[in-house]
């Protein structure tokens, strides 16, 4: 398994999930009833808008794929070290 390959495209992933949460989280905040909307919203007569709603959730799966994106990096970068290691422990043992 080429560990840089999964990190980079965790990585991807998770720029992806940051900028969807960015997004949905201005977009919430222009979204967000003021107001009369806001009395009504906290009446129980109206619903608050759908991206209200989301942008919690789309932050916690942003901070998620972060946390994932950076376990997977700093593995690659262990593995990478791993095998430089193990590559010039086998050199200097071969018979000049």
Do not use: C
């Not at 990190?7 to 991807?12: G, I």
């Not at 759908?50 to 946390?67: D, N």
């Not at 593995?79 to 200097?92: F, G």
């Amino acid at each position: 398994m080429n560990h840089e390959s999964v990190a980079a495209r965790v990585e991807h992933i998770s720029m992806a999930t940051g900028i969807l949460a960015g997004l949905s989280a201005a977009g919430a905040v222009l979204a967000e009833p003021t107001g009369l909307d806001a009395l009504g919203v906290w009446l129980g007569i109206s619903d608050e808008p759908l991206i209200v709603r989301l942008a919690p959730i789309l932050g916690s799966l942003a901070t998620a794929s972060g946390t994932i994106s950076g376990f997977t990096y700093f593995l690659a970068q262990r593995q990478k070290r791993y095998a430089k290691t193990k590559a010039k422990q086998h050199d200097e043992r071969l018979p000049e």
